[in-house]
């Protein structure tokens, strides 16, 4: 059903003449009666009967009239749910608790008038397949891994170098320690059934042992961070690593430390990734809110992989 003709329809029963809608439309009153008529043989019944004053709606007319506004007002809610602006700004993140969390969060309070929408997508191929399609507006990735540029029109910046920790266990040989040098992790077990082969986060942590002799193991099922956790409390030979602004809790009685890491601090890179052609008005203010709460990148004494870019 062609909406210029319900629209028009609506138009002359609320105005009671055509001429009236013809000029609410800004069209000939030979258009509106055109439309009408079209859309009376697209019904297949009468819907006005002209008089003397103009022309009034016939029973069916008046049976289609609720329906027609409907038909408009849901029209509208569809042009409005996808236009710049109206809609929600879709970021992705990879997980509720890591450090980009806490950056969203901080926009949100900064901006609570924009609207929000966060996914939660698994890697950065299915994360750049979604800015492409405009499935999502912006993803916080590392970038970019060896061998797989981001396309041309995918736009990105390095928004922040967070800091890693070593968890360890109360009874851990380094459960007493202040910090711990790179050095020192050497021949120490660290445990991380997340890493994934393929993935940004994997191609990180394997940069990361090959540049200081660390052993990594990714045994066994991955289970959550609440099952890592408990692991790690219980098993003395096993340590981890983790985000300096990652959100997790423990019980109190698992008495684990969060240990700085020194000579030099590892540091994982979070870059904000878009569409260049994008014109969602929040995502300029959310490039503009994270450039200005941003830390030094590539600080001395800190390492990152060489592929990490900060363009």
């Known amino acids: 059903m062609d909406l210029d003709t319900v629209r028009t329809f609506v138009a002359a029963a609320d105005a009671g003449q055509f001429q009236e809608a013809a000029a609410e439309l800004a069209v000939t009153q030979q258009a509106v009666s055109k439309r009408v008529a079209a859309l009376e043989r697209d019904l297949g019944v009468r819907l006005f009967t002209r008089t003397p004053r103009g022309a009034e709606l016939t029973i069916d007319g008046q049976a289609f009239l609720p329906h027609a506004r409907e038909l408009l007002r849901a029209a509208d809610r569809a042009v409005a749910s996808v236009r710049t602006g109206r809609r929600p700004l879709r970021v992705d993140m990879l997980t509720?608790?890591?450090?980009?969390?806490?950056?969203?969060?901080?926009?949100?309070?900064?901006?609570?008038?924009?609207?929000?929408?966060?996914?939660?997508?698994?890697?950065?191929?299915?994360?750049?397949?979604?800015?492409?399609?405009?499935?999502?507006?912006a993803s916080f990735r590392a970038v970019a891994m060896p061998?797989?540029?981001?396309?041309?029109?995918?736009?990105?910046?390095?928004?922040?170098?967070?800091?890693?920790?070593?968890?360890?266990?109360?009874?851990?040989?380094?459960?007493?320690?202040r910090s711990v040098t790179v050095a020192q992790l050497a021949g120490h077990r660290i445990w991380m059934p997340g890493l994934v082969p393929g993935t940004e986060w994997t191609a990180y942590y394997d940069d990361l042992v090959a540049e200081f002799g660390l052993t990594i193991e990714a045994t066994g099922p991955n289970f959550g961070s609440d099952a890592l956790l408990d692991t790690i409390a219980d098993t003395p030979a096993l340590a981890t690593f983790m985000g300096g602004q990652t959100r997790l809790v423990w019980p109190a009685g698992h008495g684990l430390r969060r240990i700085p890491v020194t000579d030099p601090t590892p540091v994982y890179p979070h870059s904000l990734l878009?569409?260049?052609?994008?014109?969602h008005p929040a995502l300029a203010t959310l490039r503009a809110h994270l450039a200005s709460g941003a830390a030094a990148l590539d600080a001395t004494g800190t390492w990152a992989p060489g592929w990490a870019v900060l363009r």
């Open 274 to 279: 878009w569409h260049r052609d994008n014109p």
């Open 96 to 137: 509720s608790r890591s450090a980009p969390s806490g950056l969203m969060r901080g926009f949100h309070r900064a901006h609570p008038d924009i609207d929000l929408d966060v996914v939660m997508l698994f890697d950065i191929d299915k994360a750049v397949a979604a800015i492409r399609s405009g499935a999502i507006d």
């Open 147 to 177: 061998g797989r540029p981001l396309p041309e029109e995918i736009e990105s910046v390095r928004v922040l170098d967070e800091p890693l920790q070593l968890l360890v266990g109360p009874a851990h040989a380094l459960a007493g320690a």
